[in-house]
């Protein structure tokens, strides 16, 4: 397999054509954004910690019966997945209250809700990924109903999954931002990435911040947090 032309550079990654018309290669990037874009910065390791913790969770993901994009890990920083026509939903699981969840409805961060929620942005960067219902993206015609049932399906399967095997490594999954995509047989695929950069993490016994959270906040230790969790994942290296 060949890599060919950048086709698209985003905040974090470059995406690559490749010799094959469904495949692509996704390169990861140290660069950060967050505030809507206004807050830019690097962290230094970011994108070989983002590269290669997405493809170890996509794989356990596959085998719990989460279709996802995966295919190879060519390098600490590039992968190839299968090509997808991206759904423009942001899809965010939450098991605890943080971030904007805390903001919009005036409450701490910390509540450990009863049972997971889900929520949609539509990923529309002019109109800086405004909430949306899942009415209102099938009437923009951004998925339909059954697409999104089984969005909705998959994600919280992917919560399942995950929730236990971060519990497992001393680690509370507070929320996460899940992206998907259609192959071109029209099959829902997990796609994009999970990392520190789409999760927050936060330590099991302090509650210490493991994510780009840290980035977001002026916290410091953001390179810290993120080889921190290459360790809980892969142990130490
Ligand atoms: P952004 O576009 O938000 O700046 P990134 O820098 O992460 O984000 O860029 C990666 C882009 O590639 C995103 O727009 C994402 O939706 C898209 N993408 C992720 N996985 C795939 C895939 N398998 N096929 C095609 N596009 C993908
Ligand atoms: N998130 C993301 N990309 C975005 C927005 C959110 O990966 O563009 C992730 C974020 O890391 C967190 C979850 O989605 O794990 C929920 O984020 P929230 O809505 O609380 O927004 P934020 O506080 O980050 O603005």
Known sequence: MEKREQIYEGKAKKVFATDDAEL????????????????????AGKGAVNNRMSNFLMQILEKEGVPTHFVKE?????????KVSIVPLEVIIRNISAGSFAKRYGVEEGIVFDAPTIEFSYKNDELHDPLINSYHAV????????????????AFKVNSVLREYFLRLGVKLVDFKLEFGRLPDGTIVLADEISPDTCR????????????????????GVEDAYREMMKRVFGSC
């Open 24 to 43: 692509v290669i996704v390169s990861y990037k140290d660069d950060a954004t967050a505030l809507d874009g206004l807050k830019k910065g690097t962290i």
């Open 74 to 82: 060519l390098s600490d920083r590039e992968t190839v997945v299968k």
């Open 139 to 154: 009437a923009l015609k951004l998925a339909t109903s059954a697409e999104i049932d089984r969005i909705k399906e998959m």
């Open 201 to 220: 993490f936060w330590d099991s016994k302090t509650n210490e911040k493991l994510d780009k959270d840290r980035f977001r906040r002026d916290m410091g």
